[in-house]
């Protein structure tokens, strides 16, 4: 059975730094790309960033760039995002999703699999 589990949200300050994590199994972590996406409120669904599965390549939406790292370590089956300059519209619901083999990772990729999430608040 696959597993995505989100942690590490919060409330921050603008300008702060946050760390997500997402911890998986039940299936061969270093075969997967896999991506962060997020939901503010009353928006849609938005693409974050994407790592391939080894690690070697990294996308990132526009308004990311520059601010917000994704990251792996296969040896953990861990997923990261490591974020910061952190802004009030950065707040939103934060999920772990799983890519299936053979998607065009250049932009937002479709899943197979995803987590609960994590909330992520930004304010002062």
């Known amino acids: 059975e696959v597993q995505l589990v989100e942690s590490g949200g919060g409330l921050v300050q603008p300008g702060g730094s946050l760390r997500l994590s997402c911890a998986t199994s039940?299936?061969?972590?270093?075969?997967?790309?896999m991506s962060w996406v997020r939901q503010a409120p009353g928006k849609g669904l938005e693409w974050v960033s994407t790592?391939?599965?080894?690690?070697?390549?990294?996308y990132y939406a526009e308004s990311m760039k520059g601010r917000f790292t994704i990251s792996r370590d296969n040896a953990k089956n861990t997923l990261y995002l490591q974020m910061s300059s952190l802004k009030s519209e950065d707040t939103a619901v934060y999920y772990c999703?799983?890519?299936?083999?053979?998607?065009?990772?250049?932009?937002?990729?479709?899943?197979?699999?995803w987590g609960q999430g994590t909330q992520v608040t930004v304010s002062s």
């Open positions: 790592i391939s599965g080894n690690g070697g390549a990294t």
């Open positions: 999703a799983k890519v299936p083999p053979g998607t065009i990772l250049t932009g937002s990729p479709v899943y197979d699999y």
């Open positions: 039940g299936f061969t972590f270093d075969d997967y790309a």
